[in-house]
T-cell receptor
């Protein structure tokens, strides 16, 4: 089945220790997104890629970086995680071929910062 | 600042009743609207989307859109305990590739 896959599902890191979260998709969608979601809050968009074009949200901290080496894969790098970065990180994809922005979410990575 | 507003709840309904979830949006340029269901600790799952004024039905779910009032709703008929979750409303932008999410309404269906 076509899907969005995120690894790992759970990540524990230490304060200040870099961490990389990965996302892959078999949907062949040209748009990929990274969201941060904290408990009882709406998903907050960090970045999105339209093909290889990178778009950073204005309020995304510099501590967060992203890479998209090819259509299928996208990575989220957190250079120096702080306690406030503990959250669920959601990867999503979409295509504009049908003319509207339905987004398909992966299962998420739950990040814990000790 | 584009905004999507939802009552955070919890909305509590008895099993078998109709649950009514509401959402307002600020951007008149939004064309399509989405309802996602999110179980605790899980990722959002698309329930329905709507882009035309009026009603759209899919099984027990009915989405309603009123662009003049900038109002979207989701009705769940014959609510089941398995419907207990947070429901996120989202509106797209003019280009259709960005979504603004509301904070979600927590629904509790009691047996």
């Amino acid at each position: 089945d076509a899907m969005v896959i995120q690894n790992p599902r759970y990540q524990v890191t230490q304060f200040g220790k870099p961490v990389t979260l990965s996302c892959s998709q078999t949907l062949n969608h040209n748009v990929m997104y990274w969201y941060q979601q904290k408990s009882s809050q709406a998903p907050k968009l960090l970045f999105h890629y339209y093909d290889k074009d990178f778009n950073n949200e204005a309020d995304t901290p510099d501590n967060f970086q992203s890479r998209r080496p090819n259509t299928s894969f996208c990575f989220l790098d957190i250079r120096s995680p702080g306690l406030g970065d503990a959250a669920m990180y959601l990867c999503a994809t979409s295509t504009l071929e049908q003319g509207w922005g339905e987004q398909f979410f992966g299962p998420g990575t739950r990040l814990t910062v000790l | 600042q584009k905004e999507v507003e939802q009552n955070s709840g919890p909305l509590s309904v008895p099993e078998g009743a109709i649950a009514s979830l509401n959402c307002t949006y600020s951007d008149r340029g939004s064309q399509s609207f989405f309802w996602y269901r999110q179980y605790s600790g899980k990722s959002p799952e698309l329930i329905m989307f709507i882009y035309s004024n009026g009603d759209k039905e899919d099984g027990r779910f009915t989405a309603q859109l009123n662009k003049a009032s900038q109002y979207v709703s989701l009705l769940i008929r014959d609510s089941q305990p398995s419907d207990s979750a947070t429901y996120l409303c989202a509106a797209d932008d003019n280009a259709g590739n960005m979504l603004t999410f509301g904070g979600g309404t927590r629904l509790m269906v009691k047996p």
